[in-house]
């Protein structure tokens, strides 16, 4: 599985717009980008996924770079309940030792 | 609700003692995962189940034994706790293909202290 760097913390303002970025610029060409969030210490959430193309859904948008190194999760409207742990992982079929680094911690601020 | 299980949800364990935690999933995923996370810490993974009737180490294996006893229950036994296993387990489940589900689904964890 590739290994994703990933930025340890950051701040957004309610309201605007959170991009959290992952660089993944080992990820082999049947590698999904998946990103997902730990709130407190619940189970990580699954958020979103995608292979080449954006992908939106109705919690947040991903970009991926059309070298497929880096990646962007968008929360459009970032509120004070987005305040969480963001981890991108890269995973495959078959791929099951996947690694969670420690993430980027998204504090929302009113 | 559809999703995975895990009992307990807190143990406090005296060094040396003995316990299983148990996991239970009813998405009829195939595979099965145990992570640890230390405070502040990513997930490490421990075990994992490719399908039912296959265990393999993942990361962090030592001092812990795994059970997949049937396609639904993964379990996680600790034979003798030692106080650097004091952590939050989570178990986790997924379909082998990826891209066209959601990956992992997490249990809520199980708060373990070893004194």
């Known amino acids: 599985d590739a290994k994703t760097t990933q930025p340890p913390s950051m701040d957004c303002a309610e309201g605007r717009a959170a991009n959290l970025p992952c660089n993944h610029s080992t990820i082999s060409g049947n590698e999904y980008v998946y990103w997902y969030r730990q709130i407190h210490s619940q189970g990580p959430q699954y958020i979103i996924h995608?292979?080449?193309n954006n992908e939106t859904n109705e919690m947040a948008s991903l970009i991926i770079t059309e070298d497929r190194k880096s990646s962007t999760l968008i929360l459009p409207h970032a509120t004070l309940r987005d305040t969480a742990v963001y981890y991108c992982i890269g995973y495959y079929t078959g791929g099951f030792k996947t690694i969670f680094g420690a993430g980027t911690r998204l504090f929302v601020k009113a | 609700n559809a999703g995975v299980t895990q009992t307990p949800k807190f143990q406090v364990l005296k060094t040396g003692q003995s316990m299983t935690l148990q996991c239970a999933q009813d998405m009829n995923h195939n595979s099965m995962y145990w992570y640890r996370q230390d405070p502040g810490m990513g997930l490490r993974l421990i075990y994992y189940s490719a399908s039912e009737g296959t265990t393999d180490k993942g990361e962090v294996p030592n001092g812990y034994n795994v059970s997949r006893l049937n396609k639904r229950e993964f379990s996680l036994r600790l034979e003798s706790a030692a106080p650097s296993q004091t952590s939050v387990y989570f178990c986790a489940s997924s379909e082998l293909q990826s891209g066209a589900n959601y990956g992992y689904t997490f249990g809520s964890g199980t708060r373990l202290t070893v004194v």
């Open positions: 995608g292979l080449k």
